[in-house]
Structures are given as C-alpha cells and as structure tokens.
C-alpha cells in the first residue's frame, strides 16, 4: 500500500497528491523527488514547467525547442486548450507503507513551457494509475495506491 | 522490461525525507508567505525566502543572479485565487 495525502496547502480544496521519484534516462542522474497530482482523467502522467525546471532541473531553454525532442505532441485538456508536450521514457519508484520500493516504467509527458502552464501542477495520470488500485476516500483524506 | 541500469531505490531514504521536510514547509509557512507574497512563485532555501516573482522565467533569473541552481531551492506558486483548472 503506498499512501498519498491531501495537499492542505491548496487554496480552494484538498488536493490529492502522492510522493514519488522519477527516473528519466538521459536527463536526470537519479532518482528525483515530485509531488504528483492524482488525476484519474489525465491519459497519461506529465511535468508541468515549475516542476520540470525547479524540481526535476531541466534547463529552461531546453525546453522551450521542440526540435531539441525527438517525440512530441500536442495534448488537450477538457477546456480544449492545447498544449505541446515532449514524450519520454521514465521509470517510477513507489515507496510502499511497509517499507517495501517498487519502481514502474512508464511514459512521462513534459510540457513546453507557456504562460497558461507555469503555475500548473504535475499530474499523475493513467499510465501509473492503472498498475494500482486507486482509492481516495475524500472524508477521511486518505489517498491509497494497492 | 526493466534496464539494468536503473538506479536502485534501496539508497533513497534522503529524497523522501527531503521530499516530506519540503511539503512540511509549506503546510507550515504558506499562509504567512501567501500573505507577503500573494500570486507569486517563491523560491526558498534553507527555510528562507530567496526570490520570488509573479513569472517562473524571472523566478529563474533571479536565482541565477544569486548563483542558485535551481533544483537547490523549494519553489512554490501562492495563491489565494487559483484558477478552476480542469486538468
């Protein structure tokens, strides 16, 4: 069981969150720690800018030249708005209650950097989710990844 | 497939410890900097505030300025408005 928790800092509603590291070949050198927003409706789990530049440390002009990634695409988010996203290889690592790791490969989207998505948070989407049971029981504010 | 090179989780227990220590902070302090710092990116090291701006690319700048890396700094956008997103 790898237990999230409800962001108590966020300005209109508990939001569901869980610790995890990340792992990009090619661009970290290890593990690096992010705190991913739990988002059931997103396909997949993605960077937004504070965290890949703050957070994870890619270099800002990097990512501001698509031609520098080999994989990218635009995605659209419910409202319709479209943003351009570069695709890589990324490896998860869990750390279950009891001690227990478990790491996860998987894709990871990075968005381009852009006024609309500076403040965004990271997501972690359905390609993670779908290795567990996803539980969020709202009045007790527990997250639970089984 | 897992690569043979990725790195082992077994020596980790410092990026998760680091990981709690940073949203510890903010639970503890993002009311008092919300109230100086309101709709800005904060940058803090070493519990302190080192920069803050209302754009993550002067954010950056002002961190370069001080020679900080920034992956050394807790960095966080306060708002007491957030948009509605729907993510």
Redesign the interface.
């Known amino acids: 069981v790898i237990s999230g928790f409800f962001d108590p800092t966020a300005a209109t509603w508990p939001a569901p969150q869980v610790r995890v590291l990340v792992y990009l070949p090619g661009i970290t050198r290890g593990w690096v720690a992010v705190t991913l927003l739990l988002d059931t409706g997103a396909m997949s789990t993605c960077l937004h800018p504070r965290d890949a530049i703050f957070t994870i440390g890619i270099d800002a002009q990097l990512l501001s030249e698509p031609q520098q990634w080999p994989y990218h695409q635009r995605h659209g988010g419910v409202g319709g708005q479209e943003m351009l996203y570069y695709q890589v290889p990324a490896y998860y690592g869990f750390r279950h209650d009891d001690g227990r790791r478990q790491v996860i490969q998987a894709g990871l989207d990075i968005a381009q950097p852009h006024d609309s998505n500076q403040a965004l948070p990271s997501l972690l989407g359905r390609n993670v989710l779908e290795h567990f049971r996803v539980i969020v029981d709202g009045p007790a504010r527990q997250i639970t990844l089984a | 497939?897992?690569?043979t090179?990725?790195?082992s989780?077994?020596d980790?227990d410092d990026?998760?410890e680091?990981?709690?220590q940073e949203?510890a902070f903010?639970?503890q302090h993002?009311q008092t900097l919300l109230a100086k710092y309101p709709e800005q990116?904060v940058?803090v090291v070493d519990g302190k505030v080192v920069a803050a701006s209302t754009?993550?690319?002067a954010l950056?700048q002002l961190l370069r300025a001080q020679r900080i890396?920034?992956?050394q700094?807790w960095?966080?956008?306060l708002?007491?408005?957030?948009e509605?997103?729907?993510?």
């Open positions: 497939v897992l690569r090179d990725v790195p989780l077994d980790t990026l998760w680091r990981a709690e949203d903010w639970s993002y990116f940058a754009d993550l690319q950056l890396e920034p992956t700094a960095t966080r956008f708002t007491a408005h957030p509605r997103v729907i993510l």
